[in-house]
């Protein structure tokens, strides 16, 4: 009850600061979820914003002067694409409020902004409700209030275009919004692109034109942490309703089981993205079990009966059961003189690794298009004799080292670690292609 009490009294104090504030700021004039969008046009317009009378009306309105239209027109609108990406987002940084209370205010703004509704292509929904140890200092409710999982159904309903939907409340509420968005008979046929954290797989059924499916993000906590088959089996259960399914992803640790079931739910997929160790140790210490090689080998079998796979994205060679340790997890081993030659070291060993991977890959699915181990990106040369891998070291091992790791002194050795791959880095890079 105290700790009630005491949540209550907060949200009602910062809902106070959220009705105060515009009378000392003419910047919060305009509704906070515009300013959410850190678009430029908003700072650099600022002072002429402010000296409008009704602001909101203005970036509102649909029949608004400064609402861009289709043709030519001399007179100054804001850019076409002001509303083109909305956000409820609590846990990025330098916002702090109250999950739930900020999502139910930011809503309600937009609901009163008919041109974000029709405008709006990408909306990133990001809750974190606070159990007090973070944060706003101060205990949330681990469900929504009432009023909530309704306004997002009605705001939801209001996106005709919106193309990308990103949802993670970090698993605080999840069985309320399914079963809310699920009486409501949700239906988004213009969302092509979903990202969605754990336990929220009910969004793919409500999605019928769904092409891209990414099941929680990459450096999120929340799919590392559940290795349970039957939580991890519904999000590939629930692509057997994605018709248009293309493309597929998951962080995490991943098991044989899962691309199996993978197969079973989606085998027409496109590109795999396999964000995720396949070989499983709880330490660096840990020793290697089974042949080098065969693990990927495995996967690689499995992967080999997707009929239209064209695109594999697969973790570092380290996550690949292939001996190679990965290095030391710690910058400091890789500062200083001997530290940069261990950083040579282990790119070699990285590299050497990549390219067994590589070729373990490529024999076994000639026609891909696409593959990526790690943050490296291989050139794909065919021939007579079947498909091969090229790499940005190929031909030139030790020179390539010393451009990531030099012999002077004076250069960011901590960005050095990051780009010899001692932690995961994806781009969105195509390999390159020869014929």
Same mark, same amino acid.
């Given at each position: ?22 009378? %000392? ?46 043709? #030519? ?30 999502? =139910? ?29 973070? /944060? ?39 069985? =309320? ?14 969302v092509r692109y979903l990202n ?7 969004? =793919? ?30 999000? %590939? ?8 399914? #293309? ?40 020793? %290697? ?9 495995? *996967? ?21 059961g292939l001996r190679f340790d990965?290095?030391? /997890? ?11 030659? *261990?950083?040579?070291? =282990? ?9 067994v991977a590589g070729k373990i ?12 181990? /790690? ?22 091992? #030790? ?37």
């Amino acid at each position: 009850m105290k700790t009630l009490i005491l949540s209550t009294l907060a949200t009602l104090a910062w809902d106070l600061q959220q009705h105060i504030s515009p009378l %000392f700021t003419s910047d919060l004039r305009i509704p906070q979820f515009i300013l959410d969008t850190r678009h430029p046009w908003l700072e650099e317009n600022k002072k002429s914003l402010a000296r409008l009378q009704n602001p909101t009306e203005a970036l509102c309105s649909l029949d608004s002067e400064l609402r861009p239209t289709d043709g #030519t027109t001399e007179t100054y609108t804001y850019p076409s694409d002001l509303f083109r990406y909305l956000e409820i987002d609590n846990n990025r940084a330098g916002v702090n409020r109250p999950g739930w209370r900020n999502a =139910v205010l930011r809503l309600r703004e937009m609901l009163a902004c008919p041109a974000a509704m029709q405008d709006v292509e990408s909306f990133n929904v990001r809750i974190y409700a606070s159990d007090g140890s973070h /944060g706003i200092g101060y205990p949330e409710m681990d469900n929504p209030p009432s009023e909530l999982p309704n306004l997002f159904i009605e705001v939801l309903n209001s996106m005709p275009r919106l193309h990308k939907l990103e949802w993670n409340t970090f698993g605080k509420g999840d069985q =309320v919004f399914r079963k809310a968005f699920t009486e409501a008979n949700m239906n988004l046929p213009s969302v092509r692109y979903l990202n969605l954290g754990v336990f929220n797989e009910f969004f =793919v059924g409500m999605c019928p034109g769904v092409e891209i499916l990414d099941s929680g993000e990459f450096w999120s906590a929340d799919w590392r942490r559940v290795n349970d088959e039957n939580v991890r089996g519904k999000i %590939f259960e629930s692509t057997k309703s994605a018709r248009n399914l #293309t493309s597929f992803s998951m962080p995490g640790k991943w098991e044989i089981s899962y691309l199996e079931a993978l197969l079973e739910a989606s085998p027409n997929l496109t590109t795999i993205k396999i964000h995720g160790d396949i070989e499983h140790r709880y330490s660096y210490y840990d020793r %290697f079990d089974g042949t080098p090689g065969q693990l990927l080998k495995n *996967y690689t079998d499995i992967l080999a009966r997707f009929p239209r796979l064209e695109s594999l994205h697969l973790p570092d060679a380290s996550g690949l059961g292939l001996r190679f340790d990965g290095g030391a /997890g710690c910058g400091n081993a890789y500062f200083g003189p001997s530290g940069r030659k *261990y950083g040579r070291s =282990v790119s070699r060993q990285r590299a050497e690794a990549t390219e067994v991977a590589g070729k373990i890959v490529l024999d076994r699915l000639p026609d891909l298009k696409v593959l990526k181990i /790690g943050g490296t990106c291989a050139n794909i040369t065919r021939n007579e004799y079947g498909a091969n891998a090229t790499w940005s070291w190929t031909g030139r091992m #030790t020179e390539w080292t010393y451009e990531i790791w030099p012999e002077k002194e004076g250069f960011d050795e901590e960005d050095a670690w990051y780009r010899s791959g001692s932690v995961f880095v994806d781009d969105d890079e195509d390999s390159l292609i020869t014929d």
